[in-house]
């Protein structure tokens, strides 16, 4: 890659060494809870929090992405999931809120990958994200909100979130 | 890009391998899925986050290194906190390219005296060619940041002068002389 005869070479055009090397030039990755963070900013609405919880992250996760199973376990606005389309990362499902008879379907579109899930309905927006703290334990981000009812609800999403880690810890 | 939640804790840096088959991440976004996301559609800001990351990743760290993962998350917060106000969908790509030079540029200069080469080290197992990786780490950190910002726009990314100029906000025949330095700069401290 060193070209041979250096002084030939016009300071003005791009060179060998540097065009030879233009994929190893450094980048960056972020992990999924760096990443919701980001979402989160820009949803100042929403309430956001994160935990750390004493399990590995296969288990954490496997728990939360069971969302048909498991997410009316700790989230205490949901009575019922029942998931109608899955394609790739992309799901569609119909949510039940709190009063089992009593409350609506809510469809969300939702996007699930390993440390990963989005949800969104006409009436709110969840994020949950997990990275592995080391190797026992699991760092966890979690933000709801809702656009439609603005800030004036997010002190009640922030208490909703506490709550939900509460239960995780115990159920996970 | 699916982020990868096993990667090690927290943000880390890594060189992609030097192959044609690994070209320079692509710019995938549509103009739909940009004005959704303007108006708030969680789904559509998280396609937004996916397409833009590998791109600022690669802009953060190459002109500000090892204080990439800080310049890269930064730049996106900006961007998402900041994407409702974009009049045209379509200069998304210059207004993102313009936020993370300045952020890559301002954190290198804040960590301008801090090793990088140990640090890149750390991330062994996912770069196919170490040593060009550690070359290339080598010598961008022997350059000044501003020498990596006008590397980066001209030769990876493929603006012109004027272009380059004003992303920097200096004068076309500063952007030349600097552009010359830089490339003499990499040449010279190329291994041989």
């Given at each position: 890659m060193t070209p041979d005869d250096p002084n030939e070479m016009n300071p003005d055009t791009p060179d060998r060494p540097i065009e030879a090397a233009r994929y190893a030039w450094p980048t960056v990755e972020l992990d999924p809870v760096d990443q919701m963070r980001i979402l989160a900013a820009g949803l100042p609405h929403?309430?956001?929090?994160?935990?750390?919880?004493?399990?590995n992250f296969d288990r954490v996760w496997s728990f939360i992405a069971d969302l048909e199973q498991n997410t009316a376990r700790f989230e205490a606005s949901v009575s019922r999931i029942k998931i109608l389309e899955r394609s790739g990362d992309r799901i569609v499902l119909d949510a039940k809120g709190p009063l089992s008879v009593a409350s609506p379907w809510i469809r969300?579109?939702?996007?699930?990958r390993p440390g990963w899930c989005?949800?969104?309905s006409r009436l709110g927006e969840v994020g949950m994200a997990a990275r592995p703290e080391d190797e026992e334990r699991t760092r966890f981000f979690h933000f709801e909100g809702s656009a439609l009812l603005g800030r004036v609800i997010k002190p009640l999403f922030a208490w909703n979130i506490r709550r939900d880690f509460v239960k995780l810890r115990k159920l996970i | 890009m699916a982020p990868d939640p096993n990667q090690k804790k927290g943000r880390e840096q890594k060189s992609r391998e030097p192959s044609s088959e690994s070209?320079?991440?692509a710019f995938v976004l549509t103009s739909d899925q940009i004005q959704a996301a303007q108006s708030g559609d969680l789904i559509a800001m998280g396609d937004v986050l996916d397409g833009l990351m590998p791109w600022?990743?690669?802009?953060?760290?190459?002109?500000a290194l090892d204080a990439g993962p800080d310049a890269a998350q930064e730049t996106m917060i900006q961007v998402m906190r900041d994407l409702r106000g974009?009049?045209?969908?379509d200069s998304l790509r210059s207004w993102v390219r313009r936020i993370a030079t300045r952020e890559a540029i301002?954190?290198?200069?804040?960590?301008?005296?801090e090793p990088l080469v140990d640090h890149i080290e750390e991330s062994e197992g996912v770069v196919l060619d170490p040593s060009l990786r550690r070359d290339v780490a080598r010598v961008l950190s022997e350059l000044a940041p501003d020498q990596r910002a006008i590397l980066v726009l001209r030769d990876l990314e493929g603006l012109s002068e004027a272009e380059a100029a004003d992303e920097l906000n200096v004068a076309r025949g500063t952007i030349k002389s600097r552009l010359h330095r830089a490339r003499d700069a990499f040449r010279k401290r190329w291994p041989s």
């Open positions: 929403a309430a956001a929090n994160e935990t750390v919880f004493d399990a969300f579109d939702v996007v699930l989005l949800m969104r | 070209p320079p991440p600022v990743g690669r802009l953060c760290g190459s002109i974009l009049r045209d969908p301002r954190h290198a200069e804040r960590r301008r005296r």
